[in-house]
């Protein structure tokens, strides 16, 4: 998490606190004993909880940075369920309806629910298209030139490699080594030789950790190290999980294969924006879904 991307929370983080200091104030100050021990409740679940699980998933790599800042921001704006009314005759009370005691439950289980109709679109894409295999619910094919401008992940079993690879890291390779992937693909001979690599590597972009070089010295090892994928691993400590076998696997199938199977890149904060906007209007949808199976 930079410093910029975290100055662009900075308002919302104000905002946020400064509501739930005003909501404090007021349920401790004009609620009876069972309203404050409630509001505790839904507050320390929320802030004390879920935000403390938004930034333990950033770190186990399965949130993003915005991710994990959004969650906590969401958390501070809408500790407690909210309840308005559109201006109509007669008014229409909003969320519609129930939801849970900690909003940002409500949110985050609406958020669960919007992520997984992609994985089933994606899937009846690729039926339509005749491409039924195991990947068909988590990826596509793209050619080989969208790979540049895609996020996502380059798959593993589907493109006949052991391990995939994050195409932020291939990203950050190709910087590293001042080349493109057309480049690659027009001499992948030569790019496979560690010699072809620039004495000072530039820098790689998102997650670099400062570059050490030996001035362009050869060592008796960089010829057993095709594209030079270890020495880019040992100079980016930080390469989205990329190791030095993933890589060399991920670089050979792209500068062959005109097509490769990727799992689309979305970030959570998309399904977590939704989750919400169904929350303020809607409400819970688990718990919609779960009433009207009668299982509630």
């Given amino acids: 998490m930079n410093a910029p991307a975290n100055r662009a929370w900075l308002p919302l983080v104000a905002l946020g606190s400064g509501l739930l200091a005003v909501e404090a104030w007021t349920v401790y100050h004009g609620g009876p004993a069972s309203a404050r021990r ?12 879920i935000v403390p699980l938004g930034y333990a998933f950033f770190w186990l790599g399965a949130f993003g940075g915005a991710d994990a800042k959004a969650l906590a921001v969401i958390c501070l704006c809408f500790p407690t369920p909210p309840s308005y009314l559109l201006p109509a005759t007669p008014p229409i009370a909003l969320p519609v309806a129930s939801a849970s005691a900690a909003f940002a439950v409500t949110i985050l289980t609406n958020a669960a629910l919007v992520g997984a109709v992609y994985p089933l679109a994606l899937a009846a894409r690729n039926a339509l298209a005749g491409r039924v295999t195991r990947a068909m619910a988590i990826g596509r094919p793209i050619a080989w030139s969208e790979i540049p401008r895609t996020h996502g992940r380059l798959l593993g079993r589907a493109n006949g490699l052991e391990r995939g690879l994050d195409l932020d890291a291939l990203r950050m390779y190709l910087a590293w080594r001042d080349a493109s992937l057309a480049e690659l693909r027009a001499a992948p001979a030569e790019g496979r030789d560690p010699e072809s690599l620039p ?25 057993a190290d095709p594209w030079g994928a270890a ?10 999980g990329a190791s030095p076998a993933g890589l060399r696997g991920a670089l050979d199938e792209l500068t062959t294969a005109e ?3 990727v799992s689309p890149g979305i970030p959570f904060l998309v399904p977590l924006f939704v989750g919400l906007c169904c929350a303020l209007v809607y409400g819970d949808l688990l718990y919609a879904a779960l009433a009207a199976l009668g299982m509630l």
Avoid: H, M, Q
Wanted: charged share 25%.
């Fill in 259 to 261: 097509s490769v199977w």
């Fill in 38 to 49: 409630l509001f505790a409740v839904r507050v320390a679940v929320s802030v004390g909880v």
């Fill in 231 to 240: 020495a880019f691993c040992d100079d980016v400590k930080n390469a989205y």
């Fill in 199 to 223: 004495a000072e590597p530039r820098a790689p972009g998102d997650g670099r950790i400062d570059v050490a070089t030996d001035g362009g010295r050869t060592t008796a090892n960089e010829f």
